[in-house]
């Protein structure tokens, strides 16, 4: 019993020493200065060329009908069920992300997920991975399609695996409307 009294008296103890030593200001001015030491830099665009040139060709392909958002977290578009094993299963796609998903241009309601594949995924640890997120989509009943990165795509191939995966409708009038173009803005003239 003696023993039981001393001990939660020194668990006490510490518990009022730790909580000291946290609200001081010397550990408060530490670990702000850690915080702030950390200096992040600018990515040049959010997309990489490959990833950009494949935009262009869902743009072209879906028209207004669909919306096409990139770089998508994976616990956005699927959360695991209620039960055993949900925290885990949670924890596997908290950090993972989808290049491209298709949304219905309406109520963005999901579509399709679209994976935008190069070298990398010839790894064993990123077919690993792939595997891992087709077999949480296709439980969540989420089509998942893949394509290889290309120098070039064709638009009639790109928008027939669209539909043969999502089963798509695209309104043809809706297609035909002329490809987005990237304006550059003029440099100014330093001599003026």
């Known amino acids: ?29 530490r670990f702000k200065s850690r915080q702030a030491s950390c200096s992040y830099k600018r990515q040049p665009a959010l997309f990489s060329p490959a990833e950009r040139s494949f935009l262009g060709v869902l743009e ?15 616990v956005d578009l699927i959360t695991p069920g209620n039960g055993a094993g949900r925290q885990t299963a949670l924890n596997r796609i908290v950090g993972k992300h989808v290049d491209f998903v298709v949304c219905n241009a309406t109520d963005l309601s999901i579509i399709g997920v679209i994976e935008l594949d190069d070298e990398s995924h010839n790894q064993d640890s990123r077919q690993k991975r ?13 089509p998942i399609t893949r394509f290889p990165v290309r120098a070039a795509y064709s638009l009639s191939a790109s928008e027939e695996s669209l539909r043969r995966s999502f089963k798509l409708v695209v309104n043809k009038e809706v297609r ?16 003026l």
């Open 60 to 74: 072209q392909v879906l028209g207004s009908e669909y919306r096409v958002f990139g770089k998508v977290r994976i």
């Open 130 to 142: 792939d595997a891992f997120v087709d077999s949480a989509f296709a439980s969540a009943e989420i």
């Open 176 to 191: 035909k409307s002329p490809p987005l173009k990237l304006v550059v803005p003029a440099q100014s003239d330093s001599s």
């Open 1 to 29: 019993m003696q023993i039981l009294f001393h001990l939660s008296v020194l668990l006490v103890a510490i518990g009022i020493f730790l909580k000291f030593v946290y609200s001081s200001k010397e550990f408060q001015n």
